[in-house]
């Protein structure tokens, strides 16, 4: 895949309309430091939990009489779970996530998924990407992207989102006119060569006026880039862990003044069919973890009240262990918000281990809703074109 750093590079170098000179002249870098996002606009960071994360062991109802039943290798000791309330607590390796318990910036909501559950792990992430459940909608535009394709293009030069990591952007931020692009290091989108002066024509309707334009915004994002790559950043601390070194690099592109206003990255590895309990545990301490390093930098960086974080898988794992030390592909699970601007701990009763439905936890919020708040009362952008309908939101946001 051509990177965004090799594109803009082999555009600079070669095109015509580009006139060879050492810098850019002050009153057009000016013109360019101006047109900088605006620095209170507020920004979505998606992680998204790859492999069906089990919600059970994650938020866990260890008040429900049935999750010793179905529980008995892998049920967590009650008295070593972070307490929530006095029926449901979180796995223990998520220490971390303790202090953003009692600082009020992590909520949960249980029970979330969709009407006729699918267990296919690419079908699945499909409908919670693009949001739709029919397959024939699955190669099109994904929720974000729709959303982002609402509102005014950034700056230019700069995407309306971002995926961190390898590969191409994922589905959800796909769109008909809002740009996503993908980016592994600060590097990516530090330029090699000197950006140069455009050629002298002063019409802003012609085309060296817009490769003019472009290129000093491209100029001016680089440079904020540069800084931030030279820079040491000792004020931060982050685990030693690749999500952490992924949410860090969204953090140093806040603190650049990066345009986007969805970052969005993964953490794989939650297909948990044997001998769950000692990577589970693993998953969950480097998601906490990195969860708070991040939250930390940005509330000591300024930074954290323009900031939401969402935690989803594409389904949980089924209520009952299997025979290999595991779970198999469920159904409904909780889904994590975090910030200063949520409203804490619990929104909403977990669904019971009672009360099944063909053996799986029952939906008791549909997915829909918590993107129908995101957009409209965090992104401020209507959300019945992303999400094909209305969707009433959900009470987790502070105003």
């Not at 507020?42 to 866990?60: S, Y």
């Not at 079908?123 to 729709?146: C, F, K, T, V, Y």
């Not at 390093?293 to 900031?307: I, M, N, P, T």
Request: charged letters at 20%.
């Amino acid at each position: 895949m051509l990177s965004r750093r090799n594109f803009l590079n082999a555009t600079l170098r070669s095109s015509s309309l580009i006139a060879l000179a050492p810098t850019v002249p002050g009153f057009l870098a000016q013109a360019a430091r101006a047109a900088a996002p605006e620095q209170d606009s507020r920004v979505l960071v998606v992680i998204q939990l790859d492999g069906g994360n089990d919600g059970i062991n994650t938020v866990v109802p260890f008040g429900d009489e049935a999750y010793a039943k179905h529980r008995k290798v892998l049920r967590l000791p009650t008295d070593q779970l972070i307490k929530i309330n006095d029926h449901v607590g979180l796995n223990p390796a998520m220490r971390e996530a303790a202090p953003l318990l009692e600082s009020g910036r992590l909520a949960i909501v249980p029970g979330v998924g969709y009407p006729n559950p699918n267990r296919s792990h690419f079908e699945s992430m499909a409908i919670w990407q693009s949001a739709r459940l029919d397959p024939e909608e699955h190669n099109g535009a994904g929720w974000l992207g729709r959303g982002l394709d609402e509102i005014p293009r950034p700056v230019e030069g700069q995407p309306a989102s971002l995926y961190l990591g390898t590969g191409a952007p994922p589905l959800a931020l796909r769109g008909r006119l809002a740009i996503a692009s993908a980016i592994e290091r600060i590097d990516d989108i530090v330029l090699d060569a000197p950006i140069t002066s455009a050629g002298t024509s002063t019409d802003d309707n012609d085309l060296a006026a817009f490769v003019r334009r472009s290129t000093l915004d491209a100029y001016t994002t680089a440079e904020r880039m540069a800084e931030l790559a030279r820079g040491r950043d000792s004020s931060a601390r982050y685990p030693s862990t690749g999500l952490a070194e992924r949410l860090r690099l969204a953090a140093r592109l806040l603190k650049g003044g990066y345009a986007a206003r969805v970052l969005y990255t993964s953490q794989s590895g939650y297909d948990t069919h044997s001998g769950q309990l000692p990577t589970h545990g693993a998953l969950l301490s480097e998601l906490a973890g990195a969860l708070r390093a991040f939250l930390d930098d940005l509330a000591a960086s300024g930074l954290a009240e323009r900031v939401l974080v969402l935690c989803f898988s594409e389904f949980g794992r089924r209520v009952t262990e299997n025979g290999s030390s595991g779970t198999d592909h469920g159904t409904a699970g909780p889904l994590i918000l975090a910030g200063p601007r949520v409203k804490p701990g619990l929104a909403g009763p977990m669904p019971s281990l009672l009360d099944l439905e063909d053996d799986d936890l029952k939906m008791t919020v549909d997915f829909r809703r918590v993107y129908a708040t995101i957009l409209e009362s965090w992104l401020g952008i209507p959300s019945r074109s992303a999400l094909n309908g209305t969707f009433d939101p959900l009470s987790i946001l502070r105003s």
